[in-house]
Every structure is written in structure tokens, then in C-alpha cells.
């Protein structure tokens, strides 16, 4: 199995051509102003773009936002992407105002050499998400006749069997873009023969979203540190009250039978900030693990955790973190994953941020981004790959 990639597309040409490259603009809008809160998914698409438009390529970009319901929902629209886009491009992008009606087909039609348009938002149409392969085809093919050439750099969105990332590369030359081909060399060292000790970093707020990944990675880890809002479930398992933390009742006894078959590789906190309420300003001390007020809730984890998962990290050689360790959007439940991360860069190992929240963690938190080896820009996407699974936009990739 070959995978094609950008380079090979421009070798053959690619001046003049309408070019259509799948991105994961999928990018934190701010609820109240609807202002990008983080543009990191955009500039990750930059070097595909330009290597197309500096070769003369009329480029088609297209990509979800959010998850609207197969209609157009102006607080999904694309339109403030594309301005965003503009700006870090230098150059105008056109901006249809549908995904493959008349704007969409005038709007490619107008390109010149070299420019860019983006389309609205893919999941405006059902076809894009839909189960049904007719369905999803009919959109597909819809897409496909915007233009000549495919080239997927949407990792965000590659574990997604949808029109867009499955369908439209069965219909059109393919090659995976400069973004696609790094996160997957990338993820590949991990899932190969990392250099040990190899320490993984887990937090986020459900045990059942990382589940099959923790069970994948079990045997192939020397340490997994769990923070996050998914530790209070497995400190349950452990026999502790947690208060009213984040707890997933269901999956106790999930989390009590994977610490037994975790041969001690499974570290958890030993101490957690509470605090009376879910707030930016709420009363809040840190507390034993084991001794969580029962009227408060756990939003970091403590500083003696911190130490002891930077221990943890000391010696090792390879790191792969997912999911902030605590509400580090409120400074008050921000130092578990400052620490965290900090202590991952000082590690000197070859280290790889997954997920749209921690790389937001990163920039959020004015950490250097190239302080770590990798910054990921799919969090599904990565986790899914390292769980082994055969990846769809990946898969439509091969020939
Ligand atoms: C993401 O943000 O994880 C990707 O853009 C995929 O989005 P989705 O989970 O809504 O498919
Ligand atoms: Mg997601």
C-alpha cells in the first residue's frame, strides 16, 4: 500500500488546475462573540495551501465547523475562517456562501491561478455525515466535480468516514498533504518501537471517550499518569469518595479492573484542588485523594501530584499527552497542566501533544509550542490511531 503524497501531485503540475483540499478548520469559537479563540488548525494547513498556490493551483478548500445538524446554522458559517485565512495567507480567499450549490460552483469558477476560496461548512448537507453510502455518494460526487485533484489535510478528521474525507478521494486523484503526511509519521514512531521509557499523559473529562485507547496502550507503555476529569472515576475504583466530582458511575468497575491489570503502570493522583462549585472564583483547597470534601468537586489535580508525574517523566524517552489535567481555562485549576506540560518539555524525549484541547492548553497557557517535538492537531484522530484502528480518511488514501 502507497500513499501519495503533495510533492507527487506537484511534480505531475498542477498549474491551472482546480485543486480541492480537505482541512479541519474546525476551529474554538468564542460563544459570546463568535471570535476565534485559537487559530492553530488554520495555520497547520498553511504549507499545504502555498506549496499549491505557488504552483499555480486554483484551490478549493473545504471543511467542517462544529457539529450542525445537516443544515446551514449560521453559527457554524465558515465566513470568519475565511477572513482568518486571508490574513495569514496575505491574499484574498473567496468565500461561497453554500458547499455545492450556485455561490460554490461561481465561486470556483472565478478562481484565478493561484488564489484560494473556501466553502461553507461541509455538515450543512446531510450527505456529508450520513450512514447511508447513496447518501453520502450523491454529496461525493456533488463535491468531486468542484474540482480535479484531491489532497487531504484534515487529520482532525481522518478517523471520520464522511463524504468529504471518504467518499470524494474514490472519486478524484488523491494525495495526503504536508499536514496529513507529518502527524502520520509522526504517530507512527509511537505506534512502532518507541524509544523507552515510554510515559503517557491522560486526562480529558470521560473515561469512556479514552478507554479503548488506555486498554491499546496498556501494554505498551512503561507509565500512564491519568489526571483530568476522568481520574475521579478510577480514584472511585480505588475505593475513594470523590464528592461531587466528575464521576462515571458505569464505568467504576471498568476502571477497578484495568488497575488491576496494570501492573502498578497506572498512576493516579494523590492529590486534587476542590472547590465548592464550577467557577472561576469558587472557594477551592487542595486536598488528599482520598479525602474529597463530599460537597466539593475536584478541578486539578494537586501539586504533589504534579511533582510526582514529573518524576515520572524525568527519565523518559517518549511522551504522547492527551487532555488537560484539570479547568485550565480558569487560572485558579490552570497549575496541574502547566506543571504537567512543563515538566513533558523539560523530559528532553521526544514528545507529542494529541488533541485539539491540550494544543489549546499549550497556546492558552503561553507555553513554547516548540518545546515539544509534535503538536497534534487531531485529538479523535490521534487517539484512534494509536489505538490501531484503520483510519478512513487514511485508508481512501491508499492505492
Ligand atoms: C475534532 O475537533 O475533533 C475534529 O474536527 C473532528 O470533529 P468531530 O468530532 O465533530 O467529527
Ligand atoms: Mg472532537
Not at 161 to 184: I, M, Q, T, Y
Not at 283 to 290: G, I, L
Amino acid at each position: 500500500m502507497t500513499i501519495r503524497n503533495l510533492d507527487d501531485l506537484l511534480a505531475e503540475g498542477v498549474s491551472g488546475r482546480r485543486v480541492l483540499v480537505r482541512a479541519d478548520l474546525n476551529v474554538p469559537l468564542d460563544k459570546q462573540t463568535g471570535a476565534i479563540t485559537d487559530d492553530g488548525r488554520i495555520r497547520a494547513v498553511l504549507p499545504t495551501l502555498t506549496a499549491l498556490t505557488g504552483a499555480g493551483a486554483k484551490v478549493v478548500v473545504f471543511s467542517h465547523l462544529g457539529r450542525p445538524k445537516g443544515a446551514p446554522d449560521p453559527q457554524f458559517s465558515l465566513r470568519p475562517v475565511a477572513a482568518r485565512l486571508g490574513e495569514l495567507l496575505g491574499a484574498q480567499v473567496r468565500f461561497a456562501e453554500d458547499t455545492v450549490g450556485e455561490s460554490a460552483r461561481s465561486t470556483v469558477g472565478a478562481l484565478a491561478d493561484g488564489e484560494v476560496a473556501l466553502l461553507e461548512n461541509l455538515r450543512f448537507n446531510k450527505g456529508e455525515t450520513s450512514k447511508d453510502e447513496a447518501e453520502r455518494g450523491a454529496f461525493a460526487d456533488q463535491l468531486a466535480a468542484l474540482g480535479e485533484a484531491y489532497v487531504d489535510d484534515a487529520f482532525g478528521a481522518v478517523h471520520r468516514k464522511h463524504a468529504s474525507v471518504f467518499d470524494v478521494p474514490a472519486r478524484l486523484p488523491h494525495v495526503a498533504g504536508r499536514l496529513v503526511l507529518r502527524e502520520v509519521e509522526v504517530l507512527a514512531k509511537l505506534t512502532g518501537e518507541p524509544e523507552r521509557p515510554y510515559v503517557v499523559v491522560l486526562g480529558g473529562s470521560k473515561v469512556s471517550d479514552k478507554l479503548a485507547v488506555i486498554e491499546a496502550l496498556l501494554p505498551k507503555v512503561d507509565r500512564l499518569l491519568i489526571g483530568g476529569g476522568m481520574c475521579f472515576t478510577f480514584l472511585k475504583a480505588q475505593g475513594h469518595e470523590v464528592g461531587t466530582s466528575l464521576l462515571e458511575e458505569e464505568m467504576v468497575e471498568t476502571c477497578r479492573n484495568l488497575l488491576e491489570r496494570a501492573d502498578g503502570k497506572i498512576l493516579l493522583p494523590v492529590d486534587v484542588v476542590a472547590a465548592d462549585a464550577f467557577a472561576p472564583d469558587a472557594a477551592h483547597d487542595t486536598v488528599r485523594a482520598d479525602a474529597i470534601p463530599s460537597h466539593r468537586l475536584g478541578l486539578d489535580i494537586g501539586p504533589e501530584t504534579v511533582a510526582g508525574f514529573a518524576a515520572a517523566l524525568a527519565d523518559a524517552k517518549t511522551i504522547f499527552w492527551n487532555g488537560p489535567m484539570g479547568v485550565f481555562e480558569m487560572a485558579a485549576f490552570a497549575n496541574g497542566t502547566r506543571g504537567v506540560a512543563e515538566a513533558i518539555t523539560k523530559a528532553g524525549a521526544f514528545s507529542v501533544v494529541g488533541g485539539g484541547d491540550s494544543a489549546a492548553a499549550v497556546r492558552a497557557l503561553r507555553l513554547d509550542e516548540t518545546d515539544f517535538n509534535h503538536i497534534s492537531t487531531g485529538g479523535g484522530a490521534s487517539l484512534e490511531y494509536l489505538e490501531g484502528k484503520t483510519l478512513p480518511g487514511i485508508a481512501a488514501l491508499e492505492d
